[in-house]
């Protein structure tokens, strides 16, 4: 089965660090992009990074770049986003995906999201 | 940046009935390959987002053939041919052209029955 299941997220202090975890099964990530994307509560969605197959190449909306670094580890099947520097504005459901190149980028594969509240 | 419009923002229908939601782009999301790189997803209530159309027409895996999309360049439009109650929730468009990657959403339609 398909999967992806977001861990990592909790209640942080504004200016502090937090690692979300997006563990991928069912498939290998090491041929398909991967992104994040989070929700502020009652809000919509907002597109935040992706990284390449090989975790070469990295992309960042805006409003995170700078503070938030995602990676890979193909090896361990696994996605990582770094978040430092939050602020009370990055509260939100963060989601991690699947980039499918056969779909033209499509998000076709989507995890059930982690919670991060900075407060 | 690539600043996606949709309307409207609450679409209120009636099972049964046919529902329209549009999408329009600040810039052309026609590629050189000929595709328009506009997507659909539909965030049902407590659920996360799942893909409906991928380049603005395509029908992504196990999707009721009651949804379409259609458009080209900057304006697109997600079609349900004949409303049912679990197509009720949240739809998104999505463009994934701009390069470097500087992806969008749209803000969003509510379908509520």
């Known amino acids: 089965q398909v999967q992806l299941v977001e861990s990592g997220g909790g209640v942080v202090q504004p200016g502090r660090s937090l690692r979300l975890s997006c563990a991928a099964s069912g498939f290998n990530i090491s041929t398909f992009g991967m992104h994040w994307v989070r929700q502020a509560p009652g809000k919509g969605l907002e597109w935040l990074t992706v990284i390449s197959l090989d975790g070469s190449n990295t992309f960042y909306a805006d409003s995170v770049k700078g503070r938030f670094v995602i990676s890979r580890d193909n090896s361990k099947n696994s996605l990582y986003l770094q978040m430092n520097s939050l602020r009370s504005e990055d509260t939100a459901l963060y989601y991690c995906?699947?980039?499918?190149?056969?779909?033209?980028?499509?998000?076709?594969?989507w995890g059930q999201g982690t919670t991060v509240s900075v407060s | 940046d690539i600043v996606l419009t949709q309307s409207p923002v609450s679409l209120p229908v009636t099972p049964g009935e046919p529902a329209s939601i549009s999408c329009r782009s600040s810039q052309s999301l026609l590629h050189s390959d000929g595709h328009n790189y506009l997507d659909w997803y539909l965030q049902k209530p407590g659920q996360s987002p799942q893909l409906l159309i991928y380049v603005s027409s395509n029908r992504a895996s196990g999707v009721p053939d009651r949804f379409s999309g259609s458009g080209s360049g900057t304006d697109f439009t997600l079609k349900i041919r004949r409303v049912e109650a679990e197509d009720i929730g949240v739809y998104y468009c999505?463009?994934?052209?701009?390069?470097?990657?500087?992806?969008?959403f749209g803000q969003g339609t509510k379908l509520e029955i």
């Open positions: 995906a699947r980039m499918n190149y056969h779909e033209y980028n499509a998000l076709d594969v």
């Open positions: 999505m463009q994934t052209l701009q390069t470097p990657p500087m992806y969008t």
